[in-house]
């Protein structure tokens, strides 16, 4: 496709239970971000790749969160045993370059993610 | 996390009307950017701004990023009703790589009359 494709559009999980978020990135695109936005809130960063390389995680909020982009292309962002606070809408973004101020940043319509 | 100060948080006007919301933060940014948000969908890009003091324009957007390097504002002149969404200002602290991560405000929801 011409953008940037996540799926699944929505899921819903119940506390304890592990899901797993796909992100499809633009083809070619080098970097690739992970991003959390709380409802009314704007996006918080997660992590960040430069092709498969994991070059920052300093955003993930614990050891419960994961993310991989073994080929360089494809991105899942998993969370271990879910909880409440983990509701929100996850947007992965690329962009063709390594430095999105002047590369443009596309982003996905997001996940989103409802823990009961 | 680190967020930046936005504001107005809401604002609802008439169709034609002016609007012009703004940013500040305690840090210096090397880029400001400004981002439409619809609902169901991921920000879109409007605006970017790399100089302090630069003034850009985007058809109806004009946006300026500070001297301070520590603020940026966006005015939209002539609204119409499809410019309805969230509109979030985010800043950059440094280039390339990790660095490009954005910091983003909380947004400015704008509701337009007919």
């Known amino acids: 496709g011409a953008g940037v494709s996540q799926s699944p559009r929505y899921k819903v999980a119940k506390r304890g239970q592990d899901v797993a978020l796909r992100c499809d990135p633009i083809?070619?695109?080098?970097?690739l971000f992970w991003y959390q936005q709380a409802l009314g809130q704007g996006p918080e960063f997660l992590t960040y790749?430069?092709?498969?390389?994991?070059?920052?995680k300093s955003g993930l909020p614990s050891d419960r969160f994961f993310a991989e982009r073994p080929e360089g292309s494809v991105s899942t962002l998993k969370i271990q045993r879910t909880q409440q606070e983990d509701s929100a809408v996850y947007l992965c973004?690329?962009?063709?370059?390594?430095?999105?101020?002047?590369?443009?940043?596309?982003f996905g319509s997001g996940t989103q993610l409802s823990v009961l | 996390g680190q967020q930046l100060n936005q504001s107005p948080q809401s604002m609802f006007i008439q169709e034609g009307e002016d609007v012009s919301m703004n940013c500040t933060s305690s840090?210096?940014?090397?880029?400001w950017l400004w981002y439409k948000q619809e609902p169901g969908e991921g920000p879109v890009l409007l605006i970017a701004?790399?100089?302090?003091?630069e003034l850009t324009s985007n058809g109806r957007l004009t946006a300026q990023f500070g001297i301070t390097r520590k603020d940026s504002f966006l005015n939209i002149s002539a609204s119409i009703p499809s410019d309805v969404g969230i509109y979030f200002c985010a800043g950059q602290l440094g280039y390339g790589g990790s660095q490009g991560n954005l910091i983003f405000g909380k947004g400015t929801k704008l509701s337009v009359k007919p």
């Open positions: 840090s210096i940014f090397n880029t």
């Open positions: 083809s070619g695109h080098v970097s």
């Open positions: 701004l790399y100089k302090a003091g």
């Open positions: 790749f430069q092709n498969e390389a994991q070059l920052d």
């Open positions: 973004a690329s962009s063709s370059g390594p430095d999105p101020s002047t590369e443009k940043l596309f």
